[in-house]
T-cell receptor, first 113, second 109 residues
Framework: ETGVTQTPRHLVMGMTNKKSLKCEQH?????MYWYKQKAKKPPELMFV???????INESVPSRFSPECPNSSHLFLHLHTLQPEDSALYLC????????????FGSGTRLTVV | KQEVTQIPAALSVPEGENLVLNCSFT??????LQWFRQDPGKGLTSLLL?????REQTSGRLNASLDKSSGRSTLYIAASQPGDSATYLC????????FGAGTTVTVRA
C-alpha cells in the first residue's frame, strides 16, 4: 500500500476530552511529520520524527503530545485543547535522503467545542 | 529564516487558458522545491519535485522551472480545465519545508 493514511478524517472534541490522531505509512520512509493548517493559511510544522526519535519540536504547547512507536506509525495525542486549536492536522513522511520529496496524508479536520 | 512568497494570491481564468503561478524564496541554499495541489478541506497532493540542480521538471500538462540563484520558481499549467481549480502551494526544502501561502485558482467553464 502506498501513500500516507490518516484517521479519523473528522473529529469533534470537547475541551476536556482526550483523543488521538493516527498516521500510517508503508513506504519505508524514516522521517514523519505533523503539520497544522488553519483555514486559508499554509501548513505549519509542529513535530519531526527521524528514525522514530523526536528531532524537531516547533515550540508546540504540551497539550499536543506526539508519539512514534515504530517506523510506520505516528500519533498525535490531544488533551485539554482550546477552540483555537481547531484546524486541519496533516501528517507527512519522507525518506531521510533530502533529495526525495514529501508525501502528505488527507488530514484530520479537528473541531474543538 | 526562509520566506516563501506566492503571487498572485488568487487567479480566475476561462477554460483553455494557460496558467502561470509564481513562487519566490529568500534563501537560495535549498535542496529542492516541491509544488503541491490542495482541494478545499483536503490534504496536499504532490505535483512536481524539482531538485536544486535542475532547471525544470515536467509532468503531463504541468511544467515547473527553477532559478535557484534568483530565488524563483514558476509552475505552468497548459490548457487549463475546470478540474484544475484548487489551491497550489510551493514548498522549499532547506532541511525543513517552508510553504508559501498559495495561489487559489478558479478555471471557469
Amino acid at each position: 500500500e502506498t501513500g500516507v493514511t490518516q484517521t479519523p478524517r473528522h473529529l469533534v472534541m470537547g475541551m476536556t476530552n482526550k483523543k488521538s490522531l493516527k498516521c500510517e505509512q508503508h513506504m519505508g520512509h524514516r522521517a514523519m511529520y505533523w503539520y497544522k493548517q488553519k483555514a486559508k493559511k499554509p501548513p505549519e510544522l509542529m513535530f519531526v520524527y527521524s528514525y522514530e526519535k523526536l528531532s524537531i519540536n516547533e515550540s508546540v504547547p504540551s497539550r499536543f503530545s506526539p508519539e512514534c512507536p515504530n517506523s510506520s506509525h505516528l500519533f498525535l495525542h490531544l488533551h485539554t485543547l482550546q477552540p483555537e486549536d481547531s484546524a486541519l492536522y496533516l501528517c507527512a513522511s519522507s525518506q531521510r535522503d533530502v533529495t526525495r520529496g514529501y508525501t502528505f496524508g488527507s488530514g484530520t479536520r479537528l473541531t474543538v467545542v | 529564516k526562509q520566506e516563501v512568497t506566492q503571487i498572485p494570491a488568487a487567479l480566475s481564468v476561462p477554460e483553455g487558458e494557460n496558467l502561470v503561478l509564481n513562487c519566490s524564496f529568500t534563501d537560495s541554499a535549498i535542496y529542492n522545491l516541491q509544488w503541491f495541489r490542495q482541494d478545499p478541506g483536503k490534504g496536499l497532493t504532490s505535483l512536481l519535485l524539482i531538485q536544486s540542480s535542475q532547471r525544470e521538471q515536467t509532468s503531463g500538462r504541468l511544467n515547473a522551472s527553477l532559478d535557484k540563484s534568483s530565488g524563483r520558481s514558476t509552475l505552468y499549467i497548459a490548457a487549463s480545465q475546470p478540474g484544475d481549480s484548487a489551491t497550489y502551494l510551493c514548498a522549499v526544502n532547506d532541511y525543513k519545508l517552508s510553504f508559501g501561502a498559495g495561489t487559489t485558482v478558479t478555471v471557469r467553464a
